[in-house]
């Protein structure tokens, strides 16, 4: 069973930057393709960006192309969101999720993964 824990989460005016952290439990981290998803007050949870077993591809959703970049550390079993130019349509909840994968593989939809973390709230104030 792995467990996920988000940390970095907190408030940011428009206009700045934010980088969010995803450290898994297991030693096999490395075998799970990793994604980052949102949910904002009365909205459906959305994916936001992808990334495969050892970082090689890489996926984001339209809303954050060229604002927001992931990637991942296997040595520290962490997974890592890069937030910048962030606007007030930005704030929600942000979760971390992965999935036993084959190399080379990424997910974008919400029912392709296994595991969630807690999610961490993301602020962003006009």
């Known amino acids: 069973q792995l467990q996920l824990v988000e940390s970095g989460g907190g408030l940011v005016p428009a206009g700045g930057s934010m980088r969010l952290s995803c450290q898994g439990s297991a030693s096999t981290f490395s075998n799970y393709a990793m994604g980052w998803f949102r949910q904002a007050p009365g909205k459906e949870r959305e994916f936001v960006a992808a990334?495969?077993?050892?970082?090689?591809?890489?996926d984001r959703a339209d809303s954050v192309k060229g604002r927001f970049t992931i990637s991942r550390d296997n040595a520290k079993n962490t997974v890592y969101l890069q937030m910048r130019s962030m606007k007030p349509e930005d704030t929600a909840v942000y979760y971390c999720?992965?999935?036993?994968?084959?190399?080379?593989?990424?997910?974008?939809?919400?029912?392709?993964?296994?595991?969630w973390g807690q999610g961490t709230q993301v602020t962003v104030s006009s």
């Open positions: 999720a992965a999935r036993n994968a084959v190399t080379g593989a990424y997910y974008t939809t919400e029912s392709d993964y296994q595991y």
């Open positions: 990334i495969t077993r050892v970082g090689t591809k890489t």
